[in-house]
């Protein structure tokens, strides 16, 4: 017995989403132990969770999802009563460059978790495998129209033909298994603690070292952006509120076109820096990304209405709140962009 109501293992607790989901969990239910299984890849960092990192009810485990045995082994050694996964490769420009990866973490990884709950949990019920995922998986839209939980998978880049898949093997363990399972598929996240290969922690990294912003194409590819502390409330939601074998959409009701996006990013940016020239004169259109979906947007009605949940956050107090944060920790940059950091701007361009 651990003495505690519940035990949770979170994977990727060390990333991005992970390590808001962590805190979140951590503080609010002192009465579960939450286990991080994190590789500490380039994307994860113990520095993101320092806050809660000698809570008593808090313990991280160091570790390869796809390793199997080591999975095993986990579930052997803690009775969870729910996983939820968000260890994962997850960004598309490494997934261009190298997809093998990709396939390995996540699909593999995510396999091997599953065998892992099925075996150890035979049966019993009320446990849970609570799968997190993007709406890349349903691929493009156009101009018009929004994602729903009906839409057919058709994932574009080797990143989202991996989360799809790795959906699909939740499903399948649901169904020839009867694997209690939940997934949701969420927009674009930004916020503190992104490693800056992503758009909006990218820009404002470049920004603070007067380096150039690289806007793939024309950028005029549209995506839909949610504060990450609202997706970790989400993922809070489902898992305590959400129905076994459901899919739940997540999203900000925030479509951007990535160079309004940009621009105003400069403007907070050359506010806050007092720059004499704007930014903006950094903007740079590059080659664009191989694959480059148009437009994703979610209709996240169905968790409004069935769950309550809706985003908190306006978009341009979220960026305010995102460019304060970086702006006081630059040391953290410093930091995950000191070892081996790369950006796919720097690997195809000289810089
Ligand atoms: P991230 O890259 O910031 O973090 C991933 C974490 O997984 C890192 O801590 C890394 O060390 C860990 N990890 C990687 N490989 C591992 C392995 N083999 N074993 C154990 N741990 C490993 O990712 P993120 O942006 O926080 O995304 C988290 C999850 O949410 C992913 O599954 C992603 O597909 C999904 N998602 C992300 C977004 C987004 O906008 N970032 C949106 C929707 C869904
Ligand atoms: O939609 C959810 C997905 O959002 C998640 O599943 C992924 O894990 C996450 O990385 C994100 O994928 P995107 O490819 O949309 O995010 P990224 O930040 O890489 O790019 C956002 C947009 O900005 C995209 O249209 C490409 C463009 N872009 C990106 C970079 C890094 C640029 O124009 N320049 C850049 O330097």
Same mark, same amino acid.
């Given at each position: ?45 113990? &520095?993101?969770? /320092?806050?809660?990192?000698?809570? #008593?009810?808090? $313990? ?7 390793? !199997?045995? =080591? ?52 049966? &019993?019920?009320? /446990?849970?495998?609570?799968?997190? #995922?993007?709406? $890349? ?7 018009? !129209?929004? =994602? ?204």
């Amino acid at each position: 017995m651990s003495g505690f109501e519940r035990q949770i293992l979170i994977t990727g607790g060390a990333g991005f989403i992970g390590s808001h989901v962590v805190k979140l969990f951590v503080n609010q239910y002192p009465t579960y132990k939450i286990i991080n299984l994190d590789l500490l890849t380039y994307a994860g960092n113990l &520095e993101n969770l /320092k806050s809660i990192e000698n809570a #008593s009810n808090y $313990e991280f485990v160091k570790g390869d999802i796809v390793d !199997g045995d =080591f999975i095993q082994s986990l579930f052997q050694k803690f009775d969870f009563d729910g996983v939820i996964h968000l260890a994962a490769e997850s960004h598309v420009d490494r997934s261009i460059t190298d997809p093998l990866a990709f396939l390995q973490t996540n699909i593999l990884g995510t396999v091997n978790l599953l065998n892992a709950a099925k075996e150890s949990w035979k049966s &019993e019920s009320g /446990k849970l495998f609570y799968h997190i #995922s993007t709406d $890349e998986v349903y691929g493009s839209l156009q101009k018009t !129209g929004f =994602f729903t939980e009906q839409t057919a998978y058709d994932p574009q880049s080797p990143y989202s033909a991996s989360k799809a898949s790795s959906d699909h093997f939740v499903r399948a363990y649901g169904n020839t298994y009867g694997l209690n399972y939940i997934i949701s598929n969420c927009s674009n996240n930004y916020g503190p603690y992104q490693f800056p290969e992503k758009l909006i922690p990218l820009m404002i990294n470049n920004v603070i070292g007067g380096k150039r912003l690289p806007v793939y194409g024309k950028g005029e590819n549209i995506r839909d952006w949610l504060y990450v502390e609202d997706h970790a409330r989400a993922i809070d939601t489902i898992y305590h509120r959400g129905h076994s074998g459901e899919t739940y959409n997540i999203g900000g009701f925030n479509e951007w076109k990535n160079i309004d996006l940009v621009h105003m990013l400069c403007e907070i940016m050359d506010k806050k820096l007092q720059l004499k020239d704007t930014s903006k004169n950094l903007i740079e259109f590059v080659k664009d990304r191989a694959g480059h979906d148009l437009r994703y947007a979610i209709d996240a009605t169905k968790l409004e209405k069935e769950l309550g949940w809706r985003p908190s956050l306006q978009f341009e107090e979220g960026l305010e709140k995102t460019v304060d944060w970086y702006l006081e920790n630059t040391q953290w940059l410093d930091h995950v962009t000191s070892g081996v950091y790369q950006t796919y701007y720097q690997e195809h361009y000289a810089v």
